[in-house]
Antibody, heavy 122, light 107 residues
Framework: HLQLQESGPRLVKPSETLSLTCAVSGGSISSSDYYWGWVRQPPGKGLEWVASVYSRGTTFYNPSLKSRVTISLDTSRTQFSLKMGSVTAADTAVYYC??????????????WGQGTLVTVSS | SSELTQVPAVSVALGQTVRMTCRGDSLRTYYASWYQQKPGQAPVLVIYGENIRPSGIPDRFSGSSSGNTASLTIIGAQAEDEADYYCNSRDSSANVLFGGGTKLTVL
């Protein structure tokens, strides 16, 4: 049974860098059948895709966040990570790590972590 | 445009049928997926592909698609189905899209 678990600082100061890690267990992060990604949800609002990474290293980013975001995969540690720079209060959200499909199913998020609330505040 | 549009809220009487829609140009090419999210919980995938339910999802949930519109139907809505429902898909530029969500109230 696949499990995803987010970890990282819950409070980040404005203009600093948000760093999150997703630990994957119960499945292979090296599988060619899936992408691994991040989705966020500001309090009381809807879901927003942030970024995705493939086992071979291919990455995709939300165009509105691309200049500030980096996603990476560490197959040796079975985890993947998100870094977002120059954060503002607008980046305050619950951040979920997800497993996604490939090709036509790239949008499908079939497994979700429990989510972690990251607050941007001084 | 790369957007998915959902009605903000719908209601259904207990045991009745409700259909929620999701509209967007990308749905002419790619299937929608549907997620159920209850307060304080992570979203759960309930429908994907042509009309596929992941293991554990009741068969009262079904999906369909026509043109630029995808639909999620619940036949015989239960009290536990009250939640926010999100559709999502991808576009031709490999962006992942989410609709704004529909809040379902079971009366």
């Amino acid at each position: 049974h696949l499990q995803l678990q987010e970890s990282g600082p819950r409070l980040v100061k404005p203009s600093e860098t948000l760093s999150l890690t997703c630990a994957v267990s119960g499945g292979s992060i090296s599988s060619s059948d899936y992408y691994w990604g991040w989705v966020r949800q500001p309090p009381g609002k809807g879901l927003e895709w942030v970024a995705s990474v493939y086992s071979r290293g291919t990455t995709f980013y939300n165009p509105s966040l691309k200049s500030r975001v980096t996603i990476s995969l560490d197959t040796s540690r079975t985890q993947f990570s998100l870094k977002m720079g120059s954060v503002t209060a607008a980046d305050t959200a619950v951040y979920y790590c997800v497993r996604q499909g490939i090709y036509g199913d790239f949008g499908r998020c079939d497994s979700w972590g429990q989510g972690t609330l990251v607050t941007v505040s001084s | 445009s790369s957007e998915l549009t959902q009605v903000p809220a719908v209601s259904v009487a207990l045991g009745q049928t409700v259909r929620m829609t999701c509209r967007g140009d990308s749905l002419r090419t790619y299937y929608a997926s549907w997620y159920q999210q209850k307060p304080g919980q992570a979203p759960v995938l309930v429908i994907y592909g042509e009309n596929i339910r992941p293991s554990g999802i009741p068969d009262r949930f079904s999906g369909s698609s026509s043109g630029n519109t995808a639909s999620l139907t619940i036949i015989g809505a239960q009290a536990e189905d009250e939640a926010d429902y999100y559709c999502n898909s991808r576009d031709s530029s490999a962006n992942v899209l989410f609709g704004g969500g529909t809040k379902l109230t079971v009366l």
